[in-house]
């Protein structure tokens, strides 16, 4: 035999020695190569911070700026339902007509035409009947006077009130009964 077969585990210890050793020696840097490594890292880390702060100040700008809009152009589409009704004012106002039935129609058509336009806004009238309890959500009681109804209850409605979508506009201006 020879000294190779006879020794085997001598020379696989001194491979394996000399293996480790390669990965270590590669895996070691030199303290410059980690503070530039590390600089490298806090740049692109900075580089990420930055671009995520400007995305973040374009949403928070677009958003604004959205919000003005919304603002800006909020009625307009409750304007483009009451253009019609202005034409038919207008239309009504250049007429000559000396017919005060005629008159009468055109102003409950354009009265129609306005209400359909509240409608579509969202706008509801607030009217309330005679006998109605008195609401003063919805209600603004301008006196009270005697009458032979129950106590707070509409007696006359004087001028109609509205909501937008649930909130009041303007209530209701209305008389109601006084306690007996």
């Known amino acids: 035999m020879t000294q190779e077969n006879q020794n085997p585990e001598q020379e696989n210890p001194a491979a394996e020695g000399s293996a480790e050793a390669a990965p270590e020696v590669a895996a070691v840097k030199t303290p410059e190569e980690e503070i530039a490594e590390l600089n490298q890292k806090l740049g692109e880390l900075q580089d990420h911070f930055l671009r995520a702060k400007a995305e973040g100040e374009n949403i928070r700008r677009r958003a604004v700026e959205d919000i003005a809009k919304a603002h800006k152009f909020a009625i307009e589409s409750f304007a483009e339902h009451l253009v019609p009704v202005t034409d038919s004012l207008y239309a009504a106002l250049s007429t000559d007509a000396g017919d005060a039935k005629a008159f009468k129609e055109g102003l409950e058509i354009t009265l129609k035409q ?3 336009a509240f409608e579509k806004g969202r706008m509801t009238e607030i009217n309330p009947a ?9 209600h603004q009681a301008i006196a009270s006077v005697p009458s032979e109804q129950e106590a707070n209850t509409v007696v006359s409605v004087l001028q109609r ?10 209530p209701a201006l209305v008389t109601v009964s006084a306690p007996k």
């Open 114 to 116: 306005l209400l359909s």
């Open 161 to 170: 009130g509205y909501t937008v979508a649930d909130r009041v506009l303007r």
């Open 130 to 138: 005679v006998g109605d309890k008195f609401d003063p959500h919805h």
